[in-house]
């Protein structure tokens, strides 16, 4: 195991509702990235957060927003869920820079109705 | 945008035979990173090739890096069924043509299944 959690495993919300998803990153790690993933594809980066700041975005919606703590956790936000969000949200923590090594979190599995 | 391609999409082999998936970029990249990801599960990391023409093995499983750093390959050898997952294959590409802001992309793996 990565020592990557995150919170909820499930979730049904809701076209047009919030959503608020936890990671905590694995001890020693200050970056974290959160990843969609939709049944059968690989995982798509949507950012990366660097000692409490945005360090890097992939291509999704503003309505996609997050944060990073001090002590390195960090949640992912969507704001007017849309059906098309319905995927496997990953988060994973890594040692520096986003694309090294990435430990996975068992991601939380969102059903948009 | 720049990708990196991954084939075949599924791959259904008997217990016992070698399997191999292969992962292509049209740009050099400067590392390749294969994970797996079993049923129901996230993806586990398996390994990273950083030089060109590196071979890296893990017991059953050979990873290998081009010349070129442009492909890369994980092959292994007799399956056994708790290889049964999906490989991808990720890499930094940069989102913008300057060269700069890379993100971590991966393929769209390959579905390993194993008929014991």
């Known amino acids: 195991e990565t020592g990557v959690t995150q919170s909820p495993t499930h979730l049904i919300k809701t076209r047009g509702q919030q959503v608020t998803l936890r990671c905590s990153s694995q001890s020693g790690h200050n970056t974290v990235s959160w990843y969609q993933q939709a049944l059968g594809q690989g995982p798509q980066f949507i950012f990366q957060y660097y000692r409490e700041e945005e360090n890097g975005r992939g291509n999704f919606p503003p309505r996609f927003s997050g944060l990073q703590f001090p002590n390195y956790s960090s949640e992912l936000n969507v704001n007017a869920l849309e059906l098309d969000d319905s995927a496997l949200y990953l988060c994973?923590?890594?040692?520096?820079?986003?694309?090294?090594?990435?430990?996975f979190g068992p991601g939380t599995r969102l059903t948009v109705l | 945008g720049q990708q990196v391609m991954q084939i075949p999409q599924y791959q259904h082999v008997q217990e016992g035979e070698d399997f191999t998936t292969y992962c292509n970029s049209s740009?050099?990249?400067?590392?390749i990173q294969w994970y797996k990801q079993r049923p129901g599960g996230h993806p586990v990391f398996l390994i990273q090739l950083v030089k060109s023409g590196e071979v890296k093995k893990q017991k059953r499983l050979t990873f290998q890096f081009g010349e070129a750093k442009k492909n890369s390959s994980l092959h292994i050898t007799a399956t056994q069924t708790t290889d049964v997952g999906t490989y991808f294959c990720?890499?930094?590409?940069?989102?913008?043509?300057?060269?700069?802001?890379?993100?971590?992309?991966f393929g769209k793996g390959t579905l390993l299944t194993v008929n014991p």
């Open positions: 740009t050099t990249l400067s590392n």
């Open positions: 990720a890499a930094p590409i940069s989102r913008d043509s300057g060269g700069s802001n890379y993100k971590l992309t």
């Open positions: 994973a923590s890594s040692l520096g820079s986003y694309t090294d090594t990435q430990y």
